[in-house]
């Protein structure tokens, strides 16, 4: 069974930084991409970024473009989130998802964590 | 950037069916897989359809997906209408390395 479990959310200060951690199981992690997806309070989905299976192809928003990196630990079968300058408009409830095939490609999702809630606020 | 068109709402009668349209905006529909996910109120997103047309293992067939080359938009339908179905529905894509979330339509049943 595909798991995918986000920690590292919280509580922090506009300007500050702050980095999630995503732990997989169930599938062999080292064979697909993987993406953070993002939902604000009362609003629709938003991709963050992606990287593929050997971090040769990396995406991201242009909304965090600069201030997120996106890595990943096929070791640990763990995906990560590093977010710098954090701004209000950060706040929502990230998701952790494997991209739906192998390859270099992003593609979209079939599993999703149950997310981690970052809130940016003074 | 392109963007993925939704209709804010649709409603139907429980046995009935609905279909939500995902229009996109520039560059070819067919160019990029679609996908569609369902996210019931208070749950994280769930897959029910991944490449256009392809059903997860658990996802019930009533469940289709479809792409419509000569309107540049994609399509899921529901058939047999269940209250389990009431939920939000997002329609994905992609281009190069960037992907893109539908707007989001809303499902009621009445």
């Known amino acids: 069974e595909v798991q995918l479990v986000e920690s590292g959310g919280g509580l922090v200060q506009p300007g500050r930084s702050l980095r999630l951690s995503c732990a997989a199981s169930?599938?062999?992690?080292?064979?697909?991409?993987m993406h953070w997806v993002r939902q604000a309070p009362g609003k629709g989905l938003e991709w963050v970024s992606g990287i593929s299976w050997n971090s040769g192809n990396i995406g991201y928003a242009d909304s965090v473009k600069g201030r997120f990196t996106i890595s990943r630990d096929n070791a640990r079968n763990s995906l990560y989130l590093q977010m710098n300058s954090l701004r209000v408009e950060d706040t929502a409830l990230y998701y952790c998802?494997?991209?739906?095939?192998?390859?270099?490609?992003?593609?979209?999702?079939?599993?999703w964590g149950q997310g981690t809630l970052v809130t940016v606020s003074s | 950037n392109f963007m993925l068109t939704q209709p804010h709402s649709v409603s139907e009668s429980p046995g009935k069916t609905v279909t939500i349209s995902c229009t996109r905006s520039s560059g070819s529909i067919a160019s990029n897989y679609v996908q569609w996910y369902q996210q019931r109120p208070g749950s994280a997103p769930t897959t029910v359809i991944y490449a256009d047309n392809q059903g997860p293992s658990g996802v019930p067939d009533r469940f289709f997906g479809s792409i419509d080359s000569s309107s540049n938009s994609a399509s899921l339908t529901i058939s047999g209408l269940e209250t389990e179905d009431e939920a939000d529905y997002y329609c994905?894509?992609?281009?190069?390395?960037?992907?893109?979330f539908g707007t989001g339509t809303k499902v009621t049943v009445l």
């Open positions: 998802a494997k991209d739906i095939a192998g390859g270099l490609q992003l593609r979209g999702f079939d599993f």
């Open positions: 994905q894509s992609c281009d190069g390395s960037t992907l893109v």
């Open positions: 169930g599938f062999n992690f080292d064979d697909y991409a």
